[in-house]
């Protein structure tokens, strides 16, 4: 139990100090990536040429990166997350409004792509028939082929839930994953034995072959969360859901340090909680097991 | 017989009750970016401009259908000589949506606003053609004169984007005297404005306008959803539609498109010409050769550009004015020759020849560069790989390069390191005045050789002579002639390479009443007081 | 022991590869015309006898484009898929194998990786290159690019797979025989960590196919007129009229045979390692 605490304890720092070190980094690539002074409106003709310097002039405060993100601490400490500078508004505004949606359609879409992988894996891993075998890895393949702005489009023509989209984009990644991992628990010496003892298949497969591999689905859960929150990007663009995918597209476009730097935070705390929990369920079990 | 007289009568009450106004309906349709902004004065997207459009009351509108200018809620209007001077004379018992009453007052208010050095938006810049203060004078509660420090081109067409602010409203920006408010704001998603209960304007019956109940505005970046959702009569109308969904709707029902025609947009392409831009010196040799320049618009073949990519509905472009431009369109100009054989006879007379199908300069440099255009652009990308086999014919190797925009803008404004960009001119006013950052070599907008000191040029000092010619006069035949000379200069000198003017495509549902879509924006609502539902 | 049924899908995946490699090398030969040229009187058209799927938006023949975009994408997926693969073993595998903090710090950095926003990178990168560079070069560039930054989920898995290897039994039977070190990790962790090394692999070749053609929007990816398999699947975003013309799905068949073939070459290999 101190172990578990001690533990915990250390996920948490490690979050923290990541996090933080997550949305400093971002905020440094976008400050030397081309691009960054720019403002799209410079190109209007009716623009004279003291606005054209005041345009150029906005960005001044973070030419210096670092002071530039010491301050948006500062100022985040006391709830203040800035100003969007492509859309003009509160960047806690904009986090309020379109999280919770967000939150849904990656949640709904995780949940999705779990039932149907986890089915398909494990029928597979207790059926062990070719036939099947062929015909989920060429569904899986072929959704992996499937362009996400055209499964987002597919959403859209069919009128399906957008969580589904995302399902779908998620699913053939941890499917695969699933399927391996099965396969390789299953060729462990104590399923042989457990056969020979006559236990049956769906006591082998609940008892002992997933048991095997659940420390490394745990990792795969983790991380299915940051590609959830990555595929939620086109689909909530071209579903027109306003949620915090299509504010992350528009702000990477835009250049929009602001936004960008407390979106890239957002989702650094998210993957990394994500991750760290499986971790820490996964420390569990491997001690459950010693 | 008395049944039907108290139907008669019941009816007509009904319409009394109501103001006389027809309600009809919400109308739908897509923005694809979000407005950023309601303040009329601060408007600079396209999606601000086109709710500006539908919600802000101005003194003078252009026609978008006939383009001349007319009042709105001035009734009359006088230019002075010289140009600085406007004089307006108002509606009198007009409100904003907030029952606010309309005057001179505010009238001088917007004015000062814009004029505010402090606001630096577009539609202020437009008046700012000297250093000086404005001078607005209350000659009445519904005359007004303001007085600009030195002459404004097209004056009273420029009040076509002045939306007037209410000096006295709690409600600032969101009182308006347009024919809509609005109503709803779901940000990323929704816009919804409702009729106002206060816009001035009847109809020839004396109806109220508008007719519509209300408009919902969808944000919609995806012009293949946009497409689908029109199919499936979600929305309405399509305001500016891609010709290759243009095709595949007409063939199925050809009443719900529109074409109307090559509207006042350009695509060009540019070389650099900027001098302490990172190209190697002889790259920029050829780039400075106005015969180089005209030999490669002469190897372009815009008939196929405008038949494959726009698939006939755009037209080659002669030069920087589209002549849907009726007025300022230079009618002398010739339509640009595609023969690759001609081009490469006037490269060889520059020094360049053919070697084993690569086109080589007088030093032995390999004709190679790159084009940039802004990526998503589809059409862009396919006018550059089209141009790329229509240059490979003479032997030059054209490298094209799609990048986002805002690397784009770098290259283009602050390291100059490109060779050739290829871009386009959209919701390009009729004025040539609206171009004028864009001719004069001393703008950050004088694309191929921005901010020059002194024109490099003789062409390009004669280009600024005119320029000003035209600027500050207010004598419209001489502002003709000197524009005219500018376009032919253009056409010479080739320092922009107009490609096609694409048309004005529009898709409009059925179910709208009083739609007569056209080239200017907005081009399918322009008339929206006026538009019903079925 | 191997069925006779899986020995037979093995044979067959290998000859569907061997087929699409051996049409891609002799494209020269077998397609009717360049995958550059364009037949501007006959852009956008249904397969016809000299067109066998159509033409694209400015009547380059698509079938010739088909073929020539395989060369580049079976090339180069598979290999920036190989280099993401090993990338993850090595970190991921490594990590898990030495545990403690080394664990801890691999996964802190692993972590960032998946929530960076690599597009910048990729900005400055394209930025970097010369504007004139040739479009081979650039896809090249690209796939490397991806390959670099495609390790992240598998590392995370490896890890995990790695750290209950550890205290495995075979594990602890070799340490006490007194092996060691690399060797310990190459003879007796590595093998183990086949199924998400496969994983990784298969999952990696149609994911940057497609990401190849994503990042076109940056100036990266194959540049014109060179096609690609991802380059051709953008045709499929016009979904509302693409429906109507099939012929355009050919590329998304192609890609879904091969990444299928891929697999059932993987997953033999896996029941020869057993």
């Keep these: ?290 | ?534 | 022991m191997r069925s006779r049924r899986a020995v037979i899908w093995r044979w067959l995946a290998c000859a569907v590869l061997l087929f699409v490699v051996g049409i891609s090398l002799a494209a020269n030969f077998i397609a009717p015309a360049g995958y550059a040229r364009q037949y501007r009187e006959v852009a956008d058209a249904p397969p016809s006898h000299q067109h066998w799927l159509g033409t694209d938006e400015i009547g380059r023949d698509r079938f010739a484009r088909v073929l020539y975009g395989t060369r580049i994408s079976l090339l180069l997926a598979p290999a920036a898929a190989l280099l993401s693969t090993l990338v993850a073993a090595l970190v991921g595998g490594l990590a898990g194998y030495l545990g403690g903090g080394w664990a801890r710090a691999a996964m802190a950095v692993t972590d960032l990786f998946l929530s960076l926003p690599w597009l910048f990178l990729l900005i400055t990168v394209r930025a970097v290159m010369p504007l004139n560079v040739s479009p081979l070069v650039s896809v090249m560039v690209t796939f490397v690019m991806l390959g670099l930054l495609g390790w992240t989920s598998a590392a995370r898995v490896l890890c995990a797979t790695a750290s209950s290897l550890r205290g495995s039994d075979f594990v602890r039977q070799a340490k006490a025989s007194g092996i060691r070190g690399v060797r310990l990790f190459w003879i007796h962790v590595l093998p183990n960590l086949r199924p998400v090394l496969y994983a990784q692999f298969w999952i990696s070749i149609p994911v940057f196919i497609l990401s190849e053609a994503n990042l076109g929007i940056l100036g990266l990816g194959v540049a014109e007129p060179l096609p690609s398999w991802g380059s051709l699947l953008q045709e499929l975003e016009g979904l509302v009229s693409v429906g109507s013309e099939p012929w355009k799905f050919v590329p998304l068949l192609l890609l879904a045979v091969v990444v299928t073939a891929f697999q059932f070459v993987l997953s033999n290999q896996e029941e020869l390692a057993a």
Aim: with cysteine.
């Design chain 1, 1 to 290: 139990m101190q172990g578990l605490t001690r533990q915990i304890a250390r996920h948490a720092i490690a979050l923290v100090a990541t996090v933080l070190l997550g949305g400093l980094l971002s905020a440094v690539l976008m400050r030397l990536a081309p691009g960054f002074d720019t403002d799209e409106q410079e190109l209007d003709p009716h623009l004279n040429a003291a606005s054209i310097q005041v345009l150029k002039q906005a960005r001044i405060e973070q030419h210096n990166i670092f002071r530039y993100y010491f301050h948006s601490l500062q100022r985040a400490a006391r709830g203040d997350l800035g100003t969007s500078l492509s859309l003009g508004q509160p960047v806690s505004t904009l986090l309020k409004e379109r999280a919770p949606l967000t939150l849904r359609l990656v949640g709904l879409g995780l949940l999705l792509s779990w039932t149907v992988a986890m089915a398909f894996a494990l029928s597979a891993a207790w059926l062990r028939v070719s036939a099947y075998d062929a015909l989920t890895t060429f569904l899986s393949g072929t959704l992996l082929c499937l362009p996400a702005a055209v499964l987002a489009l597919l959403a859209v023509l069919w009128r399906l839930p957008e969580a589904l989209a995302i399902a779908l984009i998620v699913f053939p990644r941890i499917y695969r994953y699933s399927r391996n991992l099965l396969d390789k628990a299953y060729s462990q010496s104590h399923i042989l034995t457990a056969r020979a003892k006559g236990v049956g298949e769906l006591r082998i497969l609940f008892w002992h072959a997933i048991p095997v591999a659940a420390p490394q689905l745990l990792a795969v859960a983790g991380v299915s969360v940051s590609i959830a929150v990555g595929a939620a990007i086109p689909v909530e663009a071209i579903c027109g859901q306003a949620g915090i995918g299509q504010l992350a597209w528009q702000a990477a476009l835009a250049r929009d340090l602001p936004l960008l730097t407390n979106l890239t935070i957002l989702v650094t705390a998210v993957t990394l909680l994500a991750n760290s929990g499986a971790d820490v369920i996964g420390h569990m079990l491997r001690g459950q097991e010693a």
């Design chain 2, 1 to 534: 017989m008395l049944a039907l007289r108290k139907s008669i009568l019941a009816a007509a009450i009904c319409l009394g009750a109501t103001g006389g106004a027809w309600a009809q309906g919400e109308l739908r349709f897509c923005l694809h970016t979000e407005p950023k902004t309601f303040d009329p004065l601060k408007v600079e997207d396209e999606s601000s401009v086109m709710v500006r459009y539908l919600t802000g009351g101005v003194l003078l509108r252009m026609n978008r259908q006939t383009q001349a200018l007319e009042p709105e809620l001035a009734l009359s209007w006088k230019v002075s000589k010289d140009g600085k001077q406007i004089t307006f004379k108002l509606r009198s018992g007009v409100s904003f949506s907030d029952g606010t009453p309309f005057s001179a007052e505010d009238v001088a208010y917007t004015v000062q606003q814009l004029m505010d050095p402090a606001l630096h938006s577009a539609t202020g810049d437009a008046f700012r053609s000297g250093p000086g203060n404005v001078e607005t004078k209350i000659i009445s509660p519904t005359q007004i004169s303001i007085t600009f420090p030195a002459p404004v081109a097209g004056l009273d067409r420029q009040f076509d984007q002045v939306a007037i602010m209410s000096a006295h409203s709690a409600k600032k920006e969101m009182a308006v005297l347009g024919p809509f408010m609005v109503d709803e704001y779901k940000a990323g998603a929704t816009l919804r404005l409702k009729r106002n209960p206060n816009f001035w304007k009847t109809d020839a019956q004396g109806r109220k306008l508008p007719y519509l109940d209300s408009i919902k505005i969808d944000i919609q970046p995806n012009r293949d959803v946009e497409m689908l959702r029109f199919k499936r009569s979600e929305i309405d109308l399509i305001n500016t539609l891609d010709s290759e969904y243009y095709d595949k709707v007409a063939t199925t029902s050809p009443q719900l498109v529109h074409d109307a025609g090559p509207s006042l947009d350009t695509e060009q392409l540019w070389f650099n010409q900027v001098a302490k831009s990172p190209l190697p010196a002889y790259k920029k040799t050829w780039f400075h050769s106005a015969a180089f320049r005209r030999a490669i618009s002469q190897a372009i073949n815009r008939d196929d550009l405008s038949r494959v990519v726009f698939r006939g509905h755009a037209q080659p472009a002669i030069g920087p004015v589209s002549p849907a431009n009726k007025f300022w369109f230079n009618a002398r100009l010739k339509p640009q020759t595609y023969s690759p054989d001609a081009a490469l006879k006037a490269l060889q007379a520059e020094g360049f020849r053919l070697e084993n199908g690569t086109l080589k300069d007088s030093f032995g440099n390999a004709v190679v560069f790159s084009i940039i255009t802004n990526s998503g652009n589809k059409a862009r990308e396919r006018m550059a790989t089209m141009i790329q086999e229509d240059l490979q014919k003479i032997g030059i190797h054209l490298n094209v390069v799609t990048l986002d925009f805002p690397s784009l803008i770098e290259r283009m404004t602050q390291t100059f390191d490109y060779e050739a960009i290829m871009l386009g001119l959209a919701n390009v006013g009729l004025d040539p005045t609206d171009q004028m950052n864009v001719w004069l070599s001393s703008s950050e907008n004088h694309q191929w050789n921005p901010s020059e000191k002194t024109p490099e040029t003789a062409w390009e000092a004669e280009i600024d002579r005119l320029m000003r010619v035209q600027a500050s006069s207010a004598d419209t035949r001489k502002r003709k002639e000197a524009f005219d000379r500018v376009q032919e200069i253009a056409v010479d000198q080739q320092p922009f390479i107009y490609l096609v003017n694409k048309n004005a495509l529009s898709a409009v549902s059925a179910s709208v009443q009083g739609a007569s879509p056209v080239i200017i924006a907005p081009q399918t609502y322009w008339n929206v007081e006026r538009l019903s539902l079925k």
